[in-house]
């Protein structure tokens, strides 16, 4: 009998994504079809970088029809107890919702516990709800690689409300409100004086600051939002000059207070990013956003693109480890080595 060859079987199982599963498909047959496609996205392999941009050209006249919601903070503020509320909350709307949750990845074993979909136990199995939990492998701003593109996948399939969820991680902030339509920043009641509300930077990407936990302690809660919209207030007028304007066709970012483990302030809170949208879609300030959001995503893939054949050039994989060594036994200053190295592939390309 002749050989037989046999395809690996991840393989055969990416290389069967179909643009219109996801597309046309419904129940678990979408959700498969789903999650196939974002795996394909998220795979390194030359071969598989192929096959999902096809699938991505394919899906993109699908996509753009929802909304895209960032939502940050630091861990044990309540996010994902919040988007659990507020996901069943809009499916009792009559939305269907997308939560992309991104987990960091440890440095020293480099895995994620990826256990986000375990504390939202009844959204993960809403048939209008679609979990995705991710690693970030080590991507700065501690939002996944390929979270963009998954977000393309998941409007694709209808679902007209995307959330991205990221723990707050320093450069997290920065990453989630560059893909996103709204940010929103989840505060603790006891997180600090108006001096450090200040301080933080994220303050002036934040369209929305959420005061989570607020029925601990009431007066708490009551003073960190008189503290955090007095900040907000100063860096308006000498931070972000679109905040400075008062007028009130221009969103203002606004403070309010929930808890969500009681489920109070959700209706506040979907009002508050409803009016943020009709004011953003009237200035034409949301159409823009967009627009500047997919210019600054090409020239990302450029930089890691570029990185990438940087690394694979075969000039530079040759005096990598001697150069390294050098840095390393301090004979060879770091900036010189990184010359050497952008000369060797400049010059020998």
């Not at 753009?64 to 659990?84: A, D, M, N, Y």
């Amino acid at each position: 009998m002749p050989m037989q060859t046999h395809q690996p079987q991840r393989n055969w199982a990416l290389t069967s994504v179909s643009a219109d599963a996801v597309v046309q498909a419904t129940g678990a047959q979408q959700r498969r079809a789903i999650a196939k496609s974002i795996t394909l996205l998220e795979s390194t392999r030359a071969d598989h970088r192929v096959q999902a941009d096809e699938l991505l050209t394919a899906l993109l006249p699908h996509t753009g029809k929802s909304f895209r919601l960032g939502i940050s903070g630091v861990p044990g503020v309540g996010k994902s107890t919040f988007i659990e509320v507020l996901g069943l909350y809009l499916i009792g709307q009559g939305h269907r919702v997308a939560v992309l949750t991104i987990d960091p990845s440890s440095t020293v074993s480099g895995g994620s516990i990826l256990g986000d979909k375990t504390r939202m136990e009844k959204l993960s199995v809403h048939e209008h709800a679609y979990i995705r939990p991710s690693p970030s492998s080590g991507t700065l701003g501690g939002v996944a690689e390929k979270t963009r593109e998954a977000m393309l996948v998941c409007e694709a399939a209808s679902y007209d409300v995307v959330i991205v969820e990221t723990v707050g991680v320093g450069q997290s902030e920065t990453a989630v409100a560059n893909m996103t339509d709204m940010f929103v920043l989840m505060q603790l009641p006891n997180a600090g004086d108006d001096l450090q509300a200040i301080k933080k930077g994220v303050m002036e990407l934040a369209d929305l600051v959420v005061i989570n936990k607020a029925d601990i302690d009431p007066h708490a809660a009551t003073r960190a939002q008189a503290q955090i919209t007095s900040s907000l207030r100063l860096l308006g007028l000498h931070g972000n000059p679109e905040h400075a304007h008062h007028n009130e066709a221009i969103w203002h970012p606004k403070v309010i207070q929930i808890s969500a483990l009681k489920g109070q302030g959700v209706e506040t809170f979907w009002a508050s990013v409803q009016h943020f949208k009709a004011l953003q879609t009237q200035s034409g300030n949301f159409a823009a956003r967009r627009q500047q959001q997919s210019l600054a995503w090409m020239w990302e893939r450029i930089d890691a693109g570029l990185k990438q054949a940087f690394r694979q050039h075969p000039q530079v994989q040759a005096l990598l480890p001697q150069l390294t060594q050098a840095v390393l036994e301090g004979r060879m200053a770091a900036s010189t080595a990184a010359r050497n190295l952008l000369s060797a592939q400049i010059n020998r390309a």
